[in-house]
């Protein structure tokens, strides 16, 4: 057996599961980027990650105005047809129809559309697919109906790429077509009077990452300047654009920087009442991206301002940014996407009536709430179904499946998320929509490509689509294990041990003494910030906890600090949703921890804090655990099979010591990733300690060693008193 020494008593905190990815940082590239653009090195490095290192491209980057954009009608080879089409509908008055989608792209496309086509005197009306009845896209029901109304042109927003059945029905019946979508290219195009789609185009077009409603956008402003009053639309689209680009979490560079830029500088003083009721009921305010204190859920962000506008209760409007779209009013107009009726959102977004605007916005509001409650509920049962029935063969199949019934399908895609942010592995998850179907939506980790794994399976599915992040699917009750069979041997192909632990990207370390107001006003250079061009992550070394405690539902609220030059810096932080890792190490234990910066907007007062992203030992990640000299030992129950547990001492180090009903010993040493298994020391196996079961063994083996060890010093003081 492996050395038997009398077992300390133990001390011990559970941190973040994760894998650090560190830039590389070129120090003479940085100071050199910074002489030309003004910034400090810091920044220049920045750019450096994000591509963009020669001095031309860095100022396009900062100063997003100054590109040089080619006229859209010289880019998209249907786009002069498609605005004719329209124009001439318009002077005859034939009856256009709109098919949107009911995600937020789908649904600001739709209303984009529909405010510009009717400004100009169309004859327009809309339809959207039922998520639960129809799914995503076009269908033969919906042309059929246009057609039996009058319907003589058919618009489609972010979708009808792949519709060729019911765009050739439509030309069956002597309908024109027009398709505006984004999403990648079929074998065969259906048989449309026009297509529009960035996909089309060459690489290198700056147009390639324009959002569904960036298409939407480009139509409409083409058409609104053939007919001479682009002017008089054109803030109203802008602001449409920035809403619908940020919340479909398209690529914030090129074309959708320049123009997402503008737009949120014109959000906070909208002229539109849907978007003024949306932000006053979402709690945001202009010049956003503060940390909300009284948040209950991460990255609720409001901000500050601060004098009037006579149409809008949001004081000296200055600009909004991407983070208060993304997880503020972009979830609200999503709720109704996923569990609502998509036409609240039309109606929200296209009336001038600042009342109704305002029951809409109420109705997103109460949708959204209800969205967060099935969240948490599938969440908690998705959690007990993994821990209970996959988690011991996760090592081997590298891949989450869960599939049970009565789940909403409109909220598994968040689920299947927060799964793959808990335990750093590809997640399916699905529920029945029959006894016969099940239908559902998957997520990705950087190494696996979520649409590469569903053509693996194509032969087993029905209906699937998404990209290398996300996607959705359907297929037969029977197929369901060797489906599950077929995701796991694609995943044991492309994915290693050490890919399933959560990545967390890192830009380049910063001090605490660097981290200021004017370190984040350079930082905000860099937005608008998102997909493509994330939030800076900083790291800082050798930082201590000071002050911490556990607020909301589950956050932790703290205070770190760092001696530099025998000088100590202190700068409060939340850390989102990490209820779990709490209590964190505290002084003197030092810690490396990662984060983004944040502006705090609280009764009058700005500071500048942390949002804390990860943490980890200094040159480590791991367990953390100590031994002292009163003996101690706990047994646990992990799987219905009975353990036995303590810290020992080996030679200058603690050593967590688990006895298995076979006899074979776990040893694990703290900030370590490898453990030893077996009989005894010689003979025992390297193991990756994260690889389940070991890393939930040890987690349950320290949880109990913690409770007895508490139990001992609460009889201590007892006895004392």
């Excluded at 008089?232 to 619908?244: R, V």
């Excluded at 997880?327 to 929200?348: H, K, S, Y």
């Excluded at 194509?458 to 992040?469: S, V």
């Excluded at 599950?484 to 044991?492: W, Y």
Aim: proline content about 6%; overall charge negative.
């Amino acid at each position: 057996m492996l050395d038997e020494i009398k077992p300390k008593s133990s001390y011990q905190q559970r941190l973040p599961l994760q894998r650090w990815q560190i830039y590389p940082q070129k120090t003479e590239l940085a100071r050199k980027l910074a002489e030309v653009t003004n910034m400090s090195p810091l920044i220049s490095q920045l750019l450096i990650n994000r591509g963009f290192d020669l001095p031309d491209t860095a100022e396009i980057f900062l100063n997003p105005q100054s590109l040089n954009l080619p006229e859209p009608l010289d880019e998209f080879p249907d786009l002069a047809m498609s605005v004719e089409l329209l124009q001439n509908a318009i002077s005859t008055q034939e009856k256009i129809a709109i098919c949107g989608d009911y995600d937020a792209d789908g649904m600001t496309s739709t209303a984009l559309l529909l405010r510009s086509l009717r400004t100009f005197n169309a004859d327009v009306d809309y339809a959207i697919p039922s998520r639960m009845h129809e799914g995503y896209g076009i269908n033969k029901r919906i042309i059929e109906e246009f057609h039996d109304e009058g319907v003589r042109i058919i618009l489609t927003v972010d979708n009808g790429i792949s519709a060729f059945e019911p765009i050739a029905r439509a030309k069956e019946l002597g309908l024109k077509t027009i398709i505006t979508d984004h999403h990648d290219i079929p074998q065969k195009l259906p048989p449309a009077d026009a297509i529009l789609n960035p996909k089309l185009l060459p690489e290198y077009s700056v147009y390639r990452g324009v959002a569904g409603v960036g298409v939407a956008y480009i139509l409409a402003m083409s058409l609104a300047e053939k007919l001479g009053r682009a002017e008089e639309i054109s803030d109203t689209m802008l602001e449409l654009f920035a809403l619908g680009t940020i919340a479909d979490l398209a690529p914030l560079v090129g074309v959708n920087r320049t123009w997402v830029k503008r737009g949120l500088r014109l959000l906070p003083k909208s002229q539109l009442a849907g978007i003024q009721a949306l932000i006053q009921m979402a709690g945001v305010q202009a010049l956003g991206s503060g940390i909300n204190k009284k948040a209950e859920e991460p990255r609720e962000l409001v901000s500050n301002s601060i004098t009037k506008n006579p149409k809008s209760k949001i004081q000296n409007p200055k600009s909004l940014k991407p983070d208060d779209i993304g997880f503020r009013l972009g979830p609200r107009i999503n709720a109704i996407g996923r569990i609502g009726d998509p036409q609240i959102i039309i109606e929200l977004l296209t009336t001038d009536d600042m009342g109704i605007a305002l029951e809409r916005a109420m109705q997103c509001e109460a949708t959204n709430a209800r969205r967060r409650e099935m969240c948490e509920e599938i969440e908690k049962k998705a959690i007990e179904v993994v821990e209970t029935e996959y988690i011991a063969s996760l090592k081997n199949d590298r891949v989450l499946f869960v599939v049970q019934p009565d789940w909403h399908h409109g909220v598994i895609g968040i689920v299947a998320s927060r799964l793959v942010e808990r335990y750093g592995v590809p997640v399916f998850i699905g529920t029945y929509e029959d006894d016969n179907h099940i239908r559902g939506s998957a997520r990705g980790i950087p190494e696996f490509n979520v649409f590469d794994a569903l053509q693996y399976c194509d032969d087993l599915l029905g209906k699937y689509g998404g990209h290398k992040a996300a996607g959705g699917f359907s297929l037969p009750a029977e197929n369901l294990e060797l489906v599950r069979q077929r995701l796991s041997e694609f995943a044991n192909q492309c994915l290693e041990l050490q890919h399933l632990k959560p990545l967390l990207k890192i830009d380049a370390l910063a001090n605490l003494n660097q981290v200021n107001r004017e370190l984040y006003q350079q930082i905000n250079a860099l937005e608008p910030c998102g997909i493509d061009n994330p939030n800076p992550v900083f790291w800082t070394p050798n930082v201590q906890v000071v002050e911490q405690q556990t607020v909301g539902k589950g956050h932790i609220k703290l205070t770190v600090a760092q001696m530099i030059d025998g000088q100590q810096y202190k700068i409060k932080g939340i850390a989102w949703r990490w209820r779990d890792y709490f209590p964190l190490p505290r002084t003197p234990r030092k810690l490396d921890i990662a984060y983004k910066l944040k502006e705090n907007n609280f009764n009058g007062n700005t500071s500048i804090e942390l949002e804390v992203l990860g943490v980890r030992l200094p040159g480590n990640s791991g367990f953390l655990f100590t031994y002292e000299d009163k003996p101690v030992k706990a047994t646990f129950e992990y799987n219905n099979r009975q353990y036995i547990c303590g810290i020992y001492q080996n030679g200058s180090s603690a050593e967590l010591r688990i006895k298995s009903p076979e006899d074979k010993i776990l040893a694990v040493q703290p900030a370590n990733d490898i453990g030893l298994l077996g009989i005894n020391r010689e003979q025992a196996q390297k193991i990756d300690i994260y690889q389940p079961p070991y890393y939930h063994i040890i987690q349950a083996a320290l949880k109990a060693l913690n409770s007895y060890q508490l139990s001992v010093n609460s009889e201590q003081r007892r006895v004392d008193s």
